[in-house]
């Protein structure tokens, strides 16, 4: 398996926060490869794995393909699995700056 990938930042959009695109980088925060959020889903389809790290614990959280969750919504996004810590669930990660 290639090297998994580490989500440094997210950008989203409403209504839902459904990922829109993501910044992979080294840890140091800095973004250095922009996805776009269908990149990211082919990519794990490839074999590929994107995590995240919690800047409190350091516990890691991997990424899974997900569908929006709100009722009726069937954008196709991202998740991290549900034992993340909360500050490394997707959703808490900064936003991109482009
Ligand atoms: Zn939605």
Do not use: K
């Amino acid at each position: 398996m290639p090297d998994p990938y580490q989500i440094v930042c997210v950008n989203t959009e409403h209504p839902h926060r459904h990922i829109i695109r993501v910044g992979t980088g080294h840890g140091s925060g800095l973004a250095e490869r922009l996805w776009s959020v269908e990149e990211v889903r082919r990519a794990l389809d490839e074999n590929n794995a994107f995590f995240t790290v919690s800047p409190s614990t350091n516990r890691i959280a991997y990424v899974h393909v997900d569908d929006c969750p709100e009722p009726g919504c069937t954008v196709q996004t991202i998740q991290t699995y549900p034992d993340a810590v909360p500050d490394n669930n997707l959703d808490n990660l900064r936003e991109c700056n482009w």
